[in-house]
């Protein structure tokens, strides 16, 4: 039975730097094809990709943030870290990981989401 | 980047009523290795994550009621509910896995009228 659940501060300043872990179960990152992406999605808005780690270390990331955004994964501990910088009031909203198996694919697994606000 | 855009943005439709949302991408999504369209459909109910419910286009989850179907290739792609019930009351959002940034559209709506 896959799981994840996303931790981190609900509560961020602007220029600070927000750090949000995925803690999963169910399977393992090591494992040929398995990756964890991160998507957020704003109060109200639609879904953005951020960024994803697979298991061999292909890293990707949304063009558009990929300067302030850091992914990592610790296989030991079954925990990948998304990293922003800089942030801003514009990066409120719910921050998810999800799980992929494949090159070519979808999410069939997705935590609860954590809610992140940015205010001063 | 592939835009992608979902009509309409909401829809009301009677129980037991047939629902289609279309979902539209700015370029083909066919993954020429297996050639299947990158492309999934999830349900998001309020506070909750979106769910699975069609990927590859037309392939149906796990557990996902029959009522839901996907069709569509290349470009323009539909998700059907074809009998509404009170549950699918939600936002329906399509997804292109095909290239990275991966996009979704911009979720369309539905309630019962």
């Known amino acids: 039975q896959i799981t994840l659940k996303e931790s981190g501060p609900t509560l961020v300043k602007p220029t600070q730097t927000l750090t949000l872990t995925c803690t999963f179960s169910g399977f393992s990152l090591s494992s040929s094809g398995v990756g964890v992406s991160w998507i957020r999605q704003p109060p109200g808005k639609a879904l953005e990709w951020l960024a994803f780690?697979?298991?061999?270390?292909?890293?990707r990331y949304s063009p558009s943030l990929s300067s302030r955004l850091t992914i990592t994964k610790d296989t030991s501990k079954n925990q990948v870290v998304l990293s922003m910088t800089n942030v801003d009031p514009v990066d409120t909203g719910t921050y998810y990981c999800a799980h992929y198996h494949g090159s070519v694919t979808y999410y069939d697994y997705w935590g609860q989401g954590t809610l992140v606000t940015v205010s001063s | 980047d592939i835009v992608m855009s979902q009509s309409p943005d909401s829809l009301a439709a009677s129980l037991g009523e047939r629902a289609t949302i279309n979902c539209k991408s700015s370029?083909?999504?066919?993954?020429?290795?297996?050639?299947?369209?990158?492309l999934a459909w999830y349900q998001q109910k309020p506070g909750q994550p979106p769910k699975l419910l069609i990927y590859?286009?037309?392939t149906r989850e796990s557990g996902v009621p029959d009522r839901f179907s996907g069709s569509g290739s290349g470009t323009d792609f539909t998700l059907t509910i074809s009998s509404l019930q009170a549950e699918d009351v939600a936002v329906y959002y399509c997804h292109q896995y095909y290239s990275t940034p991966q996009t979704f559209g911009q979720g369309t709506k539905l309630e019962i009228k």
């Open positions: 370029q083909s999504v066919l993954y020429s290795s297996n050639n299947k369209d990158c």
């Open positions: 590859w286009a037309s």
């Open positions: 780690i697979s298991w061999n270390d292909d890293n």
